[in-house]
């Protein structure tokens, strides 16, 4: 079992994963930086998408009325890399049709002097319409991120 | 972004009262609500006394229990010593199942007694149709309006 973080370190973490929500959902999508890194990678059933546009492009798939997202349940743990942290978080999307969906994020956040910032991001849909068509999170597979 | 400014102590118990106002409001206990509130506090504008007035009487009328909140994705920024500015989250979950969504923005002050507690709370019921049973509604929160202190 990896190292438990700094506390500040989780608390960091944490706000970072919530402002991405907040971000999203209010379409600030200049600020994206602010929590992803150049070298942002998100992996999804939909398919792979890069940096800040491909976030973008990811969460528009929605439609015209995106979902509200919501984190909840996030682990922290360090990684190898004393640069690098991974997370495992439950997110739940709320519809414009007052539907709930969740699922599973996986997480590998960089560590900066701003603030940490998300370098990969792997969404594993959980119920339905997701399905585990990418498999479903577990112990093993949040420990392989960053490993 | 930097988050420096607030301990972890500050962050662990600002968190709390967000957790607290939830079981405050699903509850109807309004004797409590001084542990969520200062006294001069403001909720969309208004003075807490007046705005519990109207919850107090909502509740009263209602069949059910208020739908249970559940609070979700803080953010905090320290705008000034003893000042922090909270972006939060909400959902709740209906009788019928059904879920809905909307966000809180606060200024929390350090109280005379040392504790966190929310000066001036606006709640927004987020991305909602015509029909909603609360009305329409759509996003009107930002990044800088979170990062600007209340009223300025």
Known sequence: MAAEPAIETVHAVEQ????????????????????????????APAGSFAGAPGARAYEELAG??????????????????????RAWSRYLLVTWEYEARAGDYLDLLRLTGDGPRLVRR?????????QFRLGHASFERWRAVGA | MSAAAISAADRVAIRAVLAAYVQVVDNADWEHVHEVFTPEARFAGQPLAKVIEGWAAMVASRPVPLFPHQCTDPVLYAVAPGVVRSWSKFFTVRTDGTITSGDYLDTFVRHADGRWRIRERQASLGNRPESDPFGPSRRSFTTTLWRTAAGE
């Not at chain 1, 971000?23 to 992803?36: A, M, S």
């Open chain 1, 122 to 130: 792997e969404v594993l849909p959980r119920g339905a319409g997701g």
């Open chain 1, 16 to 43: 970072a994963l919530a402002l991405y929500d907040h971000l999203v959902d209010n379409g600030e999508w200049e600020h994206l930086p602010l929590i992803l890194a150049e070298d942002f990678t998100l992996v």
């Open chain 1, 64 to 85: 015209e009325h995106l979902p509200a997202h919501h984190v909840i349940n996030t682990q922290v743990e360090t990684t190898a890399d004393p640069g690098l942290v």
